[in-house]
């Protein structure tokens, strides 16, 4: 059969960082009190020039060329966002004029922090299908353009930057050992949708708006959803914790990471953690973490790796590949 094979990563963040002391002077808050709650140390925050599409772009280049690949090489481009550049066109198709692509197709996939798997599931489904040979999978944000800067509850949680993942149809056995997306599981429940939101869009107030959480109620809610998608992933495969080499969750908040993983028996030493220097990046979360352990080793070919993220919306999901 058909899998999706991951070729190549990347990843892109913006130059200005911005710690947790900084953050002290701009919102009544505190280092103790931030890391106590959510892990975060710092974050990046996109400067002039920096967009949606310039760092998604760079993400790209960095994925391409860790897979030995050229733009040419593309045939599809899957953007996850919630933060584009403009209302239309797509981000994706920004990025894929800014790569020099001329053939191909390229489209946004909308599911906030569950975007990138919602993307990678996408993608898969397209590779398999046969409509195209190879995608970028790139989640990117500038979640600081539609931060409340007054409200001290989230203007300390988000961050901006960009990752992506190059993958490629290739024939395999049809097997638990094979390389590549393995299987992915989603869901949404749209009434939850007032716990986590923008207070704005086109079609309402013809304004941006801003980011309004309840986050005692997302909190909540988080690690049951988490929990539900990842034992369906395990039940699919025919896997378990103990098979799994990696968990590389959605970064938003230490405690429902180490909640999520201690619920499913899943060493700590075996979870991927950047929200200390990401803080939450919504789409471009996992990507970014994905890198970072690829980039430094812990990631290694034939391991297996499940990716989860948790949304407004709510949308969750889960994804398990073999790396």
Not at 44 to 51: L, P, R, V
Not at 116 to 126: C, L, Q, R
Not at 167 to 175: D, I, M, P, T
Not at 303 to 311: F, H, I, K
Request: with cysteine; glycine share 10%; hydrophobic share 40%.
């Amino acid at each position: 059969m058909i899998r999706s094979v991951v070729r190549g990563f990347g990843s892109a963040l913006p130059q200005r960082v911005v710690t947790n002391k900084e953050m002290e002077s701009l919102v009544e808050t505190s280092d103790d009190w931030i890391v106590q709650r959510t892990g975060i140390r710092q974050r990046y925050i996109a400067g002039e020039g920096e967009t949606t599409a310039s760092l998604g772009e760079a993400a790209a280049r960095d994925a391409l060329q860790r897979a030995g690949l050229t733009p040419d090489d593309i045939d599809l481009v899957i953007v996850a966002t919630s933060t584009p550049d403009n209302t239309f066109p797509a981000t994706a198709v920004n990025i894929q004029n800014r790569l020099g692509m001329t053939k191909g197709y390229a489209f946004d996939v909308q599911a906030v922090c569950t975007g990138f798997v919602y993307a990678m599931a996408t993608a898969d489904a397209h590779l398999r299908a046969g409509m195209a040979k190879r995608a970028l999978v790139i989640g990117a944000e500038t979640f600081s353009r539609i931060l409340d800067w007054t409200d001290r509850t989230t203007c300390v949680l988000f961050g901006d930057g960009a990752g992506a993942l190059v993958l490629e149809a290739q024939q395999q056995e049809g097997k638990v050992s094979d390389r590549g997306v393995l299987t992915s599981h989603l869901r949404s429940d749209g009434s939850h949708k007032e716990k986590l939101y923008v207070d704005g869009g086109p079609s309402t107030t013809g304004t941006v708006g801003h980011l309004r959480m309840e986050g005692r109620e997302v909190f909540k809610h988080a690690v049951g959803m988490i929990t539900d998608v990842i034992v369906a992933a395990f039940e699919a495969t025919g896997t378990t914790a103990e098979d799994l080499n990696w968990l590389v969750p959605h970064q938003a908040n230490r405690r429902i990471i180490d909640g999520s993983a201690k619920k499913l028996g899943i060493p700590l030493e075996k979870v991927v953690v950047t929200v200390d220097l990401h803080g939450n990046t919504s789409a471009a979360s996992i990507p970014l973490a994905l890198s970072v352990a690829a980039s430094d080793g812990r990631i290694k070919q034939g391991d297996l790796v499940m990716l989860e993220a948790m949304g407004g919306g709510f949308t969750w999901g889960a994804l398990l590949v073999r790396w």
